[in-house]
């Protein structure tokens, strides 16, 4: 006999619980994603307030129970939209984090491990509270040291201390003080007072046999309006919480709720609040915008103040800390150098490689309890955009101030920043080559009639070095690729040629990459590097050495001008547009902006004595040497590759001539000046509002926007003491019109000796090593009298476009 074979109820209600929420795939018998059960078989079906819950959010937070709660109290709320947004500025918020100030700590020797323990042996947790107490006693970090590692101790771990000390110890207590900041500070703002307002709110979640298998914390409920918030300074939500809301949204039919972020929500959150807010106002037919996100911009400032012997310092940005051994980063923890900050940990908290990131991204999600990690987590900056953008601070023991600018990684989670430390140091190394160096020594020179003379041998044992020759080479790639005939580019460019018996033709070109004016401002005693764009140079030039094939033609003077006219263009634009945005010249622009910040230490080295003094035209950069992966890089080994490059050919190129198809073959960088302009106040208060205060706050913080946007500023200093709130410096006075204008003269300093390698010869038509004319009448007071010679290239590309084959039709 056939029988309909009956579903059991609780199955059917799984399906229909499902079914009603959307869920995707298949559902087991554990219960809505994210939601955590005792039971595996316990299906969440309904939740409820859990009696006597909350605590007015006035007196827990501002010490004050107010009589009323004002009309004016909650967020904004826009109709049309789940999304409401504060337009206002950036604001700050402070939080404890004394922890951090024993970052530098190493793990316990032995002998530490036996006094960790001794004051209640056999009992860790007695010894742990022991050595709280004589710490909080004393404060003397010596016991606070020992009231760590006895922490550490209390546990049979499996990790190192490092490990447990910053994904346990310093995240905890981030977890607890920076979500309870971050919540005092909203309800400071947006008046979450009176009796109306309760905070630390519980949810409990029951099975259909009544049990109870989760409970859910909300951060402020309003008992009136029956909106439950969450609060996240991050603006990342978990599964978790989302899975427990909708079952708390079906059984709660009359309650709405609200997520508040201090950053904005990514593409993803805004989806995930978005398709909650759809699946609830099905549940609830007629009412709109059941669930809302709000951004309001803030920054979060650990209050922590680090003690040398205890605290991490790095060697980056540090000139003290530039005597130890050649090559050798190293932790100066007990000395009186190095540097700390929100960027230094960034950058120690990066992967290095893409699959460590992406280990390093989920761990600390599942660490992040309170949603309190910087925005993106660790993966969250594009550590290849780092760029250096503000340096100040100079004085004699106090090394400097410095803030770098980044892009934000748009999806962190599947596609992790990673490389920080690899871009930080080459920054950080460029930095102090440009200063030990004399400008004389800023050059490279990649022509095949000069093998002897590519650059100056101990700017070739630099990574700053490294990086230049390499731009060289690879701007000659993408100019060939640039004229590829297959692209409309290519095509347009080689019907505009002129011609010579029919056939395209084109002169030897010489081509360089040199500085445009650079955009900044010195205010606040230190430099704004607001803008440091690059400029790509094209000439005719011809060479002895021969390319591949035969000559297709010997232009004129009047055809060298017409070819000329096409390639400045056509192909210069589409170039030099890579130069500036394209990843593969990213390192190029990271050692520009560091020398634009060198050339400005060197001045005011130069008025006062400053810790870089040492340094400057000292002549040795066997601190700053080649790293790994590139140790064993050789200039001569490039010019080879280039020079074969030269000679054989890269590119083939298919041409419509009047006599048919021909074949072509076509096989530099000048820095010459750098040529800066100091913009006025009016226009730095207009055209970059709040860049002032964010770069200040950019040394505290760990996730400064710029504004409204997905730009970060990071940076960090000689002290690393965020104890004190953000300070607020003096600016220093606009320079004043005294300064003679400059000359085509340089300097004495940039001037070479006879005994010195000769640069090569200057691009046609400008006096060498001098300043390049800012645009401006106004005396230019961050650059007067500078050589800032960066590279001096000789006969850089040479383009050679030889007949090897021809055919017809």
């Given at each position: 006999?056939?029988?309909?074979?009956?579903?059991?109820?609780?199955?059917?209600?799984?399906?229909?619980f499902a079914a009603a929420l959307g869920l995707a795939g298949a559902v087991t018998l554990t219960g809505l994603p994210g939601v955590p059960v005792e039971d595996s078989a316990a299906v969440p079906t309904t939740a409820r307030l859990k009696p006597g819950t909350g605590k007015r959010c006035d007196t827990k937070h501002l010490g004050k129970a107010y009589g009323t709660t004002p009309v004016n109290s909650g967020f904004p709320t826009a109709p049309g939209t789940n999304f409401d947004k504060w337009g206002g500025d950036p604001k700050n918020f402070n939080y404890p984090l004394p922890g951090k100030a024993f970052d530098g700590l190493k793990a316990p020797t032995a002998a530490e491990k036996t006094k960790a323990l001794s004051k209640v042996p056999g009992d860790p947790k007695k010894n742990v509270e022991a050595w709280k107490e004589q710490a909080a006693k004393t404060n003397d970090p010596a016991d606070k040291a020992m009231e760590i590692y006895a922490r550490y101790l209390e546990k049979q771990r499996s990790q190192s201390f490092e490990r447990w000390f910053d994904k346990t110890y310093i995240r905890n207590e981030i977890n607890l003080n920076k979500g309870a900041a971050f919540e005092a500070r909203l309800v400071r703002d947006f008046r979450l007072i009176g009796p109306d307002w309760l905070c630390e709110v519980y949810v409990e979640i029951f099975d259909e046999n009544g049990k109870k298998i989760a409970t859910r914390k909300f951060d402020a409920y309003n008992q009136r309006t029956k909106e439950f918030n969450e609060f996240k300074s991050n603006s990342t939500l978990t599964k978790k919480q989302l899975g427990n809301d909708r079952v708390i949204a079906?059984?709660?039919p009359d309650h709405t709720f609200r997520y508040s972020g201090a950053k904005n929500f990514d593409a993803k959150q805004r989806k995930l609040i978005d398709d909650f807010n759809r699946d609830v106002e099905q549940m609830r037919p007629g009412k709109k915008n059941q669930v809302r996100g709000f951004q309001r911009q803030y920054n979060a400032i650990p209050q922590t103040k680090p003690i040398r012997g205890y605290s991490r310092y790095d060697?980056?940005?540090?000139?003290?800390?530039?005597?130890?051994?050649a090559g050798q980063p190293r932790l100066a923890a007990a000395s009186s150098c190095g540097t700390r900050g929100p960027l230094n940990d960034r950058i120690n908290g990066s992967g290095r490689t893409a699959n460590e990131a992406k280990q390093i991204q989920a761990e600390a999600r599942r660490l992040d309890t309170r949603g309190t990690l910087p925005r993106g987590g660790p993966g969250g900056v594009d550590f290849t955009t780092l760029e250096l953008r503000y340096v100040g601070g100079l004085a004699k023991g106090k090394g400097m101030q410095y803030s770098m600018k980044a892009d934000m990684m748009p999806d962190p989670d599947e596609n992790p920043g990673f490389g920080g430390q690899a871009s930080m140091?080459?920054?950080?190394?460029?930095?102090?080559?440009?200063?030990?160096?004399?400008?004389?020594?800023?050059w490279v020179n990649l022509n095949p009639d000069e093998p002897h003379r590519v650059m100056d041998a101990k700017f070739a044992s630099t990574d700053a070095g490294r990086v230049l020759l390499e731009a060289d080479l690879r701007m000659k790639h993408d100019f060939y690729k640039a004229m590829d005939p297959k692209t409309d580019l290519g095509k347009r460019y080689w019907a505009a040629l002129p011609k010579e018996n029919g056939n395209p033709c084109m002169p030897g070109l010489r081509n360089w990459i040199e500085p445009k004016p650079a955009q900044v401002r010195e205010q606040d005693g230190g430099i704004y590097i607001l803008d440091a764009p690059l400029a790509l140079k094209s000439t005719a030039q011809k060479t002895v050495t021969q390319g591949p094939g035969e000559p297709i033609c010997d232009p004129g003077p009047e055809e060298i001008k017409a070819a000329q006219k096409v390639v400045d263009s056509m192909i210069v634009p589409e170039v030099e547009k890579m130069i500036n945005t394209a990843p593969q010249y990213a390192d190029l622009r990271r050692v520009y902006t560091s020398r634009v910040a060198a050339e400005w230490i060197r001045q005011q080295d130069a008025k006062k004595e400053s810790d870089f003094r040492p340094i400057i035209?000292?002549?040795?950069?066997?601190?700053?040497?080649?790293?790994?992966p590139n140790e064993k890089w050789d200039k001569d080994e490039l010019f080879q590759r280039y020079r074969k490059i030269y000679i054989e050919g890269e590119f083939t190129y298919d041409i419509d001539t009047d006599h048919g198809v021909r074949v072509y073959i076509v096989g530099g960088v000048d820095f010459s000046r750098q040529p800066k302009k100091n913009i006025t106040k009016v226009r730095f208060d207009t055209e970059n509002r709040t860049l002032d205060t964010t770069t200040r706050t950019s040394m505290q913080a760990d996730d400064t926007s710029y504004?409204?946007?997905?730009?970060?500023?990071?940076?960090?200093?000689?002290?690393?003491?965020?104890?004190?709130?953000?300070p607020t410096p003096t600016p220093t006075p606009t320079p004043t019109p005294t300064t003679p204008k400059p000359t085509g003269e340089p300097t004495p300093t940039d001037r070479p000796s006879?005994?010195?390698?000769?640069?090569?010869s200057q691009s046609p038509g400008r006096p060498g090593g001098d300043l390049a004319d800012t645009g401006s009448d106004t005396p230019v007071g961050t650059i007067a009298g500078v050589a800032a010679a960066v590279i001096a290239a000789g006969a850089g590309l040479v383009w050679w476009m030889r007949r090897r084959r021809s055919t017809t039709g």
């Open positions: 006999m056939n029988r309909a074979i009956r579903t059991p109820r609780r199955w059917r209600l799984v399906a229909r079906r059984s709660m060697t980056w940005f540090a000139p003290g800390c530039q005597g130890g051994p140091q080459l920054a950080s190394d460029a930095l102090f080559t440009w200063l030990a160096l004399t400008p004389d020594k800023f035209n000292s002549g040795d950069v066997s601190k700053w040497p080649l790293r790994a504004r409204d946007t997905d730009i970060l500023y990071i940076g960090g200093d000689s002290s690393g003491d965020t104890s004190g709130g953000t006879q005994s010195q390698t000769p640069a090569p």
